[in-house]
């Protein structure tokens, strides 16, 4: 079992930033690719950002690419999502997810383990 724990959301003004933090309980295989995903009001969750703990590849949506930043830090099992530049449209419920397998990294249905989320909002 995994226990994920963001932190991080807010309230700001487009244009502005916020950095999210995912601590997870463990550092084992279980925790092989982790990701960002979000959910806005009466939509489907959606992948933004995708990372492979062990060699450190990174995956984006191409609506946030370019813009959003993850990353990690293996010695305390954190993972970090740096948003710059953001649009009324990034507005959502950003969850923080886990899986053993590679493969598939921004697929919402492969993740097994999923924090309760942060809530990040973006005014215009």
């Known amino acids: 079992q995994v226990q994920l724990v963001e932190s991080g959301g807010g309230s700001v003004q487009a244009g502005g930033s916020l950095t999210l933090s995912c601590a997870a309980s463990?550092?084992?295989?279980?925790?092989?690719?982790m990701g960002w995903f979000r959910q806005a009001p009466g939509k489907e969750r959606e992948a933004v950002a995708a990372i492979y703990t062990g060699g450190g590849s990174t995956f984006y949506a191409r609506s946030v690419k370019g813009r959003f930043t993850i990353s990690q830090n293996n010695a305390k099992n954190m993972v970090y999502l740096t948003m710059n530049n953001l649009k009324p449209e990034d507005t959502a419920m950003y969850y923080c997810?886990?899986?053993?397998?590679?493969?598939?990294?921004?697929?919402?249905?492969?993740?097994?383990?999923w924090g309760q989320g942060t809530q990040v909002t973006v005014s215009s």
């Open positions: 997810a886990a899986k053993p397998t590679i493969g598939l990294p921004l697929q919402v249905s492969e993740y097994h383990y």
């Open positions: 463990t550092d084992n295989y279980l925790t092989n690719c």
